[in-house]
Protein backbone atom coordinates (compact mmCIF):
# COMPACT_ATOMS: atom_id res chain seq x y z
CA UNK A 1 0.00 0.00 0.00
CA UNK A 2 3.09 2.37 0.87
CA UNK A 3 4.40 1.41 -1.82
CA UNK A 4 1.58 2.57 -4.36
CA UNK A 5 1.14 5.90 -2.90
CA UNK A 6 4.85 6.32 -3.00
CA UNK A 7 4.16 6.00 -7.23
CA UNK A 8 1.02 8.40 -7.05
CA UNK A 9 3.03 10.82 -5.16
CA UNK A 10 5.43 10.80 -7.83
CA UNK A 11 3.37 10.71 -10.39
CA UNK A 12 1.16 13.82 -9.14
CA UNK A 13 4.46 15.92 -8.44
CA UNK A 14 5.86 14.97 -12.13
CA UNK A 15 2.69 15.96 -13.99
CA UNK A 16 2.19 19.29 -11.35
CA UNK A 17 5.64 20.06 -12.41
CA UNK A 18 5.32 19.74 -15.99
CA UNK A 19 1.84 21.44 -16.35
CA UNK A 20 2.90 24.21 -13.79
CA UNK A 21 6.21 25.04 -15.85
CA UNK A 22 3.53 27.09 -18.30
CA UNK A 23 2.44 28.85 -15.15
CA UNK A 24 6.06 29.68 -14.37
CA UNK A 25 7.01 30.57 -18.19
CA UNK A 26 3.84 33.26 -17.91
CA UNK A 27 5.21 34.41 -15.06
CA UNK A 28 8.75 35.07 -16.25
CA UNK A 29 7.64 36.88 -19.56
CA UNK A 30 4.34 38.31 -19.04
CA UNK A 31 5.85 39.56 -15.48
CA UNK A 32 2.29 40.82 -13.20
CA UNK A 33 -0.01 41.47 -16.16
CA UNK A 34 -1.60 38.19 -15.71
CA UNK A 35 -2.49 38.21 -11.96
CA UNK A 36 -5.40 39.62 -10.28
CA UNK A 37 -4.22 41.59 -7.13
CA UNK A 38 -3.31 44.90 -7.88
CA UNK A 39 -3.02 48.50 -5.95
CA UNK A 40 -5.55 48.30 -3.46
CA UNK A 41 -4.97 44.89 -3.20
CA UNK A 42 -1.39 44.26 -3.74
CA UNK A 43 -1.04 40.35 -1.90
CA UNK A 44 -2.54 37.66 -3.01
CA UNK A 45 -1.84 34.03 -3.96
CA UNK A 46 2.15 33.69 -3.62
CA UNK A 47 1.75 35.51 -0.30
CA UNK A 48 -0.55 32.76 0.47
CA UNK A 49 1.54 30.00 -0.42
CA UNK A 50 4.49 32.14 1.22
CA UNK A 51 3.33 32.31 4.42
CA UNK A 52 1.85 28.79 4.47
CA UNK A 53 5.03 26.68 3.30
CA UNK A 54 6.76 28.97 5.76
CA UNK A 55 4.55 27.61 8.53
CA UNK A 56 4.81 23.86 7.71
CA UNK A 57 8.72 24.44 7.51
CA UNK A 58 8.85 26.05 10.70
CA UNK A 59 6.67 23.66 12.32
CA UNK A 60 8.40 20.84 11.10
CA UNK A 61 11.42 21.91 12.47
CA UNK A 62 10.57 23.16 16.00
CA UNK A 63 9.43 19.37 16.03
CA UNK A 64 13.00 18.31 15.33
CA UNK A 65 14.06 19.53 18.29
CA UNK A 66 12.40 17.03 20.34
CA UNK A 67 14.35 14.42 18.87
CA UNK A 68 17.79 16.61 19.16
CA UNK A 69 17.05 18.59 22.24
CA UNK A 70 14.41 17.51 23.84
CA UNK A 71 16.09 13.64 23.22
CA UNK A 72 12.61 11.97 23.45
CA UNK A 73 13.61 8.46 22.46
CA UNK A 74 10.54 7.11 20.24
CA UNK A 75 11.53 10.01 17.83
CA UNK A 76 14.79 9.17 17.92
CA UNK A 77 14.69 8.06 14.11
CA UNK A 78 12.41 10.47 12.44
CA UNK A 79 14.83 13.33 13.35
CA UNK A 80 16.87 14.04 9.60
CA UNK A 81 13.29 13.53 8.31
CA UNK A 82 11.88 16.59 10.26
CA UNK A 83 14.62 18.38 9.47
CA UNK A 84 14.69 17.36 5.59
CA UNK A 85 10.72 18.18 5.43
CA UNK A 86 11.43 21.53 7.23
CA UNK A 87 14.18 22.61 3.98
CA UNK A 88 12.01 21.17 1.65
CA UNK A 89 9.33 23.80 2.75
CA UNK A 90 11.33 26.53 3.12
CA UNK A 91 13.06 26.40 -0.26
CA UNK A 92 9.27 26.34 -1.68
CA UNK A 93 8.04 29.24 0.59
CA UNK A 94 11.20 31.22 -0.43
CA UNK A 95 10.48 30.54 -4.54
CA UNK A 96 6.69 31.53 -3.82
CA UNK A 97 7.23 34.58 -2.43
CA UNK A 98 10.54 35.40 -5.23
CA UNK A 99 7.03 34.81 -7.81
CA UNK A 100 5.37 37.89 -6.08
CA UNK A 101 8.25 40.48 -6.38
CA UNK A 102 7.78 43.06 -9.31
CA UNK A 103 12.02 43.02 -9.99
CA UNK A 104 12.86 39.40 -9.09
CA UNK A 105 16.46 40.44 -9.39
CA UNK A 106 16.25 42.82 -6.74
CA UNK A 107 15.57 39.94 -4.18
CA UNK A 108 18.89 40.46 -2.72
CA UNK A 109 18.17 44.31 -1.71
CA UNK A 110 16.97 42.52 1.28
CA UNK A 111 20.05 41.86 2.69
CA UNK A 112 22.42 44.73 0.88
CA UNK A 113 20.16 47.93 1.42
CA UNK A 114 19.10 46.77 5.03
CA UNK A 115 16.73 48.81 7.22
CA UNK A 116 16.47 47.86 11.10
CA UNK A 117 13.66 49.52 11.77
CA UNK A 118 12.05 47.84 9.10
CA UNK A 119 10.24 44.48 10.02
CA UNK A 120 11.50 42.96 5.87
CA UNK A 121 15.02 43.23 6.58
CA UNK A 122 14.77 41.66 9.60
CA UNK A 123 13.08 38.88 8.36
CA UNK A 124 15.93 38.47 5.08
CA UNK A 125 18.26 38.10 8.55
CA UNK A 126 16.17 35.62 9.87
CA UNK A 127 15.73 33.67 6.47
CA UNK A 128 19.46 33.44 6.09
CA UNK A 129 20.33 32.33 9.84
CA UNK A 130 17.65 29.83 9.58
CA UNK A 131 18.44 28.61 6.26
CA UNK A 132 22.02 27.76 7.83
CA UNK A 133 21.35 26.43 11.03
CA UNK A 134 18.75 23.80 9.00
CA UNK A 135 21.49 22.80 6.56
CA UNK A 136 24.70 22.55 8.95
CA UNK A 137 22.02 20.61 10.94
CA UNK A 138 21.35 18.49 8.42
CA UNK A 139 24.74 17.98 7.82
CA UNK A 140 25.49 17.02 11.28
CA UNK A 141 22.52 14.47 11.55
CA UNK A 142 23.64 12.74 8.42
CA UNK A 143 27.49 12.91 8.45
CA UNK A 144 27.92 9.22 9.84
CA UNK A 145 25.06 7.80 7.51
CA UNK A 146 26.92 9.45 4.31
CA UNK A 147 30.04 8.19 5.09
CA UNK A 148 28.27 4.33 5.79
CA UNK A 149 26.51 5.15 2.30
CA UNK A 150 29.54 6.19 0.27
CA UNK A 151 31.79 3.22 1.47
CA UNK A 152 28.76 0.48 1.10
CA UNK A 153 27.30 2.04 -1.87
CA UNK A 154 24.01 1.53 -0.02
CA UNK A 155 20.82 3.23 1.03
CA UNK A 156 20.92 5.66 -1.88
CA UNK A 157 24.37 7.35 -4.25
CA UNK A 158 27.49 6.45 -2.71
CA UNK A 159 29.07 9.04 -5.16
CA UNK A 160 26.87 11.56 -4.27
CA UNK A 161 26.88 10.72 -0.62
CA UNK A 162 30.78 10.80 0.05
CA UNK A 163 30.85 14.21 -2.15
CA UNK A 164 28.55 15.51 0.65
CA UNK A 165 30.86 14.04 3.56
CA UNK A 166 33.58 16.98 2.25
CA UNK A 167 35.97 14.77 3.44
CA UNK A 168 35.41 13.64 6.95
CA UNK A 169 35.61 9.76 7.31
CA UNK A 170 35.36 9.54 11.24
CA UNK A 171 32.95 7.01 12.23
CA UNK A 172 33.84 6.51 15.34
CA UNK A 173 31.76 6.43 19.02
CA UNK A 174 33.57 9.23 20.31
CA UNK A 175 32.58 10.91 16.98
CA UNK A 176 29.00 10.05 17.08
CA UNK A 177 28.73 11.61 20.60
CA UNK A 178 30.05 14.40 19.55
CA UNK A 179 27.80 14.93 16.40
CA UNK A 180 24.65 14.47 19.04
CA UNK A 181 26.61 16.93 21.30
CA UNK A 182 26.70 19.96 18.12
CA UNK A 183 22.82 18.68 17.41
CA UNK A 184 21.65 19.73 20.39
CA UNK A 185 24.12 23.18 20.48
CA UNK A 186 22.16 23.96 16.75
CA UNK A 187 18.73 22.62 18.37
CA UNK A 188 19.12 24.96 21.23
CA UNK A 189 20.31 27.87 18.88
CA UNK A 190 17.49 26.84 16.07
CA UNK A 191 14.17 26.92 18.77
CA UNK A 192 14.33 30.98 19.51
CA UNK A 193 15.18 31.37 16.01
CA UNK A 194 12.50 29.22 14.49
CA UNK A 195 10.17 30.87 16.76
CA UNK A 196 11.79 34.46 15.79
CA UNK A 197 11.65 33.27 12.02
CA UNK A 198 8.03 32.49 11.99
CA UNK A 199 7.27 35.17 14.94
CA UNK A 200 8.42 37.25 12.59
CA UNK A 201 6.26 36.54 9.49
CA UNK A 202 3.14 37.27 11.92
CA UNK A 203 5.03 39.94 13.02
CA UNK A 204 5.40 41.46 9.40
CA UNK A 205 1.13 41.06 9.61
CA UNK A 206 0.97 42.37 12.61
CA UNK A 207 2.91 45.84 12.95
CA UNK A 208 0.18 46.77 9.58
CA UNK A 209 -1.60 49.49 11.71
CA UNK A 210 -3.81 50.69 8.47
CA UNK A 211 -4.83 46.83 8.89
CA UNK A 212 -7.04 46.22 11.85
CA UNK A 213 -7.24 42.68 10.90
CA UNK A 214 -3.65 41.67 11.10
CA UNK A 215 -2.86 44.32 13.48
CA UNK A 216 -2.26 42.67 16.77
CA UNK A 217 0.14 41.94 19.23
CA UNK A 218 -1.30 37.89 19.09
CA UNK A 219 -0.54 37.68 15.09
CA UNK A 220 2.50 36.24 15.59
CA UNK A 221 1.59 34.00 18.52
CA UNK A 222 -1.36 32.74 16.14
CA UNK A 223 1.21 32.16 13.18
CA UNK A 224 3.36 30.30 15.44
CA UNK A 225 0.79 27.76 16.76
CA UNK A 226 -0.84 27.61 13.36
CA UNK A 227 2.81 26.67 12.02
CA UNK A 228 3.28 23.97 15.00
CA UNK A 229 -0.23 22.67 13.85
CA UNK A 230 0.18 22.49 10.26
CA UNK A 231 3.94 21.41 9.91
CA UNK A 232 3.73 18.75 12.60
CA UNK A 233 0.37 17.17 10.67
CA UNK A 234 2.30 17.43 7.42
CA UNK A 235 5.18 15.37 9.16
CA UNK A 236 2.98 13.03 10.74
CA UNK A 237 1.85 12.01 6.98
CA UNK A 238 5.56 12.13 6.05
CA UNK A 239 6.44 9.83 8.82
CA UNK A 240 4.02 7.13 8.07
CA UNK A 241 4.24 6.55 4.02
CA UNK A 242 8.57 7.58 4.38
CA UNK A 243 9.01 7.01 8.26
CA UNK A 244 10.89 3.83 9.74
CA UNK A 245 8.37 1.46 9.63
CA UNK A 246 10.51 -1.82 9.97
CA UNK A 247 9.25 -2.61 13.87
CA UNK A 248 4.91 -1.74 13.52
CA UNK A 249 4.65 -1.84 16.91
CA UNK A 250 6.60 1.00 17.32
CA UNK A 251 5.73 3.21 14.37
CA UNK A 252 1.84 2.84 15.82
CA UNK A 253 3.34 4.19 19.03
CA UNK A 254 5.00 6.82 17.51
CA UNK A 255 2.22 7.75 15.17
CA UNK A 256 -0.25 7.64 18.05
CA UNK A 257 2.04 10.33 19.55
CA UNK A 258 2.45 12.45 16.85
CA UNK A 259 -1.61 12.36 16.62
CA UNK A 260 -2.07 13.68 19.97
CA UNK A 261 -0.05 16.42 19.70
CA UNK A 262 -1.34 17.30 16.57
CA UNK A 263 -4.64 17.15 18.44
CA UNK A 264 -4.23 19.44 20.55
CA UNK A 265 -2.13 21.82 18.23
CA UNK A 266 -4.91 22.00 15.99
CA UNK A 267 -7.70 22.49 18.57
CA UNK A 268 -5.51 24.97 20.38
CA UNK A 269 -4.82 26.71 16.71
CA UNK A 270 -9.24 26.47 16.56
CA UNK A 271 -9.52 28.25 20.25
CA UNK A 272 -7.61 30.94 19.03
CA UNK A 273 -9.48 31.35 15.81
CA UNK A 274 -12.95 31.51 17.99
CA UNK A 275 -11.65 34.25 20.10
CA UNK A 276 -10.45 36.44 17.49
CA UNK A 277 -14.26 35.92 15.76
CA UNK A 278 -16.02 36.85 18.98
CA UNK A 279 -14.11 39.67 19.70
CA UNK A 280 -13.98 41.02 15.77
CA UNK A 281 -17.27 40.56 15.07
CA UNK A 282 -18.12 42.53 18.27
CA UNK A 283 -16.63 45.22 17.12
CA UNK A 284 -18.75 48.08 15.20
CA UNK A 285 -15.70 49.19 13.30
CA UNK A 286 -16.26 48.25 9.35
CA UNK A 287 -12.13 47.36 9.62
CA UNK A 288 -12.69 44.90 12.00
CA UNK A 289 -15.69 43.32 10.86
CA UNK A 290 -16.00 43.50 7.38
CA UNK A 291 -12.71 40.78 6.98
CA UNK A 292 -14.15 38.53 9.58
CA UNK A 293 -17.81 38.88 7.34
CA UNK A 294 -16.65 38.02 4.83
CA UNK A 295 -14.74 34.69 5.84
CA UNK A 296 -17.91 33.38 7.02
CA UNK A 297 -20.31 34.72 4.58
CA UNK A 298 -18.56 36.12 1.48
CA UNK A 299 -17.89 35.07 -1.38
CA UNK A 300 -15.18 32.54 -0.21
CA UNK A 301 -17.80 31.36 2.52
CA UNK A 302 -16.98 27.80 1.58
CA UNK A 303 -12.89 28.02 2.12
CA UNK A 304 -13.90 28.63 5.76
CA UNK A 305 -16.47 26.09 6.05
CA UNK A 306 -15.89 23.31 3.55
CA UNK A 307 -11.93 23.31 3.55
CA UNK A 308 -11.01 24.59 6.60
CA UNK A 309 -13.53 23.60 9.70
CA UNK A 310 -15.18 20.50 8.42
CA UNK A 311 -12.08 19.22 6.22
CA UNK A 312 -9.46 20.80 8.27
CA UNK A 313 -10.82 20.96 11.66
CA UNK A 314 -13.80 18.63 12.62
CA UNK A 315 -12.78 15.46 10.63
CA UNK A 316 -9.61 15.27 11.29
CA UNK A 317 -10.17 15.82 15.16
CA UNK A 318 -13.22 13.06 14.91
CA UNK A 319 -10.27 10.66 13.42
CA UNK A 320 -7.65 11.67 15.79
CA UNK A 321 -9.84 11.16 18.88
CA UNK A 322 -11.20 7.60 17.91
CA UNK A 323 -7.43 6.45 17.37
CA UNK A 324 -6.39 7.54 20.47
CA UNK A 325 -7.16 4.14 22.08
CA UNK A 326 -5.19 3.25 25.67
CA UNK A 327 -3.20 0.63 25.61
CA UNK A 328 -4.04 -3.11 25.95
CA UNK A 329 -7.28 -2.07 23.62
CA UNK A 330 -7.13 -2.65 19.81
CA UNK A 331 -5.66 -0.39 17.37
CA UNK A 332 -5.27 -1.82 13.93
CA UNK A 333 -4.39 0.03 11.44
CA UNK A 334 -4.57 3.02 13.66
CA UNK A 335 -1.26 4.70 11.86
CA UNK A 336 -3.07 5.18 8.71
CA UNK A 337 -6.17 6.83 9.94
CA UNK A 338 -3.63 9.03 11.69
CA UNK A 339 -1.60 9.69 8.92
CA UNK A 340 -5.05 10.53 6.65
CA UNK A 341 -6.45 12.50 9.46
CA UNK A 342 -2.78 14.96 9.72
CA UNK A 343 -2.43 15.07 5.81
CA UNK A 344 -6.12 16.60 5.73
CA UNK A 345 -4.81 19.34 8.64
CA UNK A 346 -1.78 19.86 6.22
CA UNK A 347 -3.45 20.35 3.55
CA UNK A 348 -6.41 22.29 4.49
CA UNK A 349 -4.18 24.64 6.24
CA UNK A 350 -4.15 26.53 3.30
CA UNK A 351 -7.03 27.78 3.85
CA UNK A 352 -6.20 29.11 6.89
CA UNK A 353 -3.44 31.47 5.07
CA UNK A 354 -5.58 32.49 2.75
CA UNK A 355 -8.13 33.58 5.10
CA UNK A 356 -5.06 35.76 6.79
CA UNK A 357 -4.12 37.26 3.33
CA UNK A 358 -7.29 38.38 1.35
CA UNK A 359 -10.02 39.00 3.58
CA UNK A 360 -8.16 41.82 5.20
CA UNK A 361 -7.26 43.81 1.94
CA UNK A 362 -10.72 43.92 0.83
CA UNK A 363 -12.29 46.99 2.93
CA UNK A 364 -11.36 50.66 1.56
CA UNK A 365 -9.09 52.42 3.94
CA UNK A 366 -10.76 55.63 2.86
CA UNK A 367 -14.82 55.39 2.59
CA UNK A 368 -16.13 55.32 -1.16
CA UNK A 369 -12.18 55.02 -2.05
CA UNK A 370 -13.58 51.98 -4.66
CA UNK A 371 -15.62 54.19 -6.02
CA UNK A 372 -13.20 57.34 -7.04
CA UNK A 373 -11.11 55.34 -8.95
CA UNK A 374 -11.33 52.96 -11.84
CA UNK A 375 -9.34 51.14 -13.83
CA UNK A 376 -6.96 47.68 -13.62
CA UNK A 377 -5.90 46.70 -10.22
CA UNK A 378 -7.87 49.60 -8.45
CA UNK A 379 -10.81 46.97 -7.37
CA UNK A 380 -11.34 45.59 -3.78
CA UNK A 381 -12.02 42.12 -5.29
CA UNK A 382 -9.47 39.63 -5.76
CA UNK A 383 -9.48 36.06 -7.94
CA UNK A 384 -6.59 33.86 -8.25
CA UNK A 385 -6.09 33.54 -12.02
CA UNK A 386 -4.94 30.52 -13.54
CA UNK A 387 -1.74 31.87 -13.83
CA UNK A 388 -1.23 32.20 -10.48
CA UNK A 389 -2.88 28.84 -9.64
CA UNK A 390 -0.54 27.09 -12.17
CA UNK A 391 3.09 29.05 -10.32
CA UNK A 392 1.69 28.30 -6.99
CA UNK A 393 1.45 24.27 -8.33
CA UNK A 394 4.55 24.37 -9.65
CA UNK A 395 6.07 25.97 -6.61
CA UNK A 396 4.46 22.85 -4.28
CA UNK A 397 5.03 19.99 -6.95
CA UNK A 398 9.03 21.11 -6.80
CA UNK A 399 9.16 21.24 -3.16
CA UNK A 400 7.22 17.83 -3.28
CA UNK A 401 10.30 16.30 -6.04
CA UNK A 402 12.93 17.58 -4.25
CA UNK A 403 12.06 15.82 -0.96
CA UNK A 404 11.36 12.65 -3.10
CA UNK A 405 14.51 12.92 -4.52
CA UNK A 406 16.26 13.91 -1.37
CA UNK A 407 14.73 11.04 0.31
CA UNK A 408 16.15 8.71 -2.22
CA UNK A 409 19.59 10.02 -2.96
CA UNK A 410 20.50 10.68 1.53
CA UNK A 411 20.24 8.39 3.84
CA UNK A 412 17.39 10.13 5.60
CA UNK A 413 16.12 6.83 7.19
CA UNK A 414 18.77 4.29 6.96
CA UNK A 415 17.46 0.98 5.14
CA UNK A 416 17.96 -1.26 8.63
CA UNK A 417 15.34 1.02 9.82
CA UNK A 418 12.75 0.32 6.74
CA UNK A 419 10.27 -3.11 5.57
CA UNK A 420 11.85 -4.59 3.10
CA UNK A 421 9.67 -4.47 -0.28
Known sequence: MKKFIKAIVWLIAVIGFGVGLYGLYLRFTTGHRMTDYGSYIPWGLWVVFYIYFIGLSAGSFLLSTLVYVGRIERLEKIGKLALFTAFGCLVAALFSIWMD??????????????????????????????????????????????????????????GFAKFLTFGSTDTSAESKSRD????????????????????????LFGVIQARPHWNSGLTPIAFLIGALASGGALLTAVVYIWGPDKDKQKLNEMMKFLGRIVLALVLFDFLLEIAEFLVGLYSVAPAERLPLEAILNGPYWYVF??????????????????????????????????AFACLLVAVTFIAVRFNIVIPAQINPEIPGLEYAFSGPGLKFTYLPTTMEWLVSLCITSFGILLFLIGEKLLPIVKDDNREVA
Do not use: C, Q
Request: hydrophobic residues 55%.
Open 180 to 203: HAKLKVLGIIGVPLAIAFHGGVGS
Open 305 to 338: WIIHFALGVVLPAVILFSTAVPKGRPDKNVGGAI
Open 101 to 158: LGHMARVGNVLFHMNLNSMMSWMGILYSAYFAIILIELWFALRIDLIETANTGRGGSA
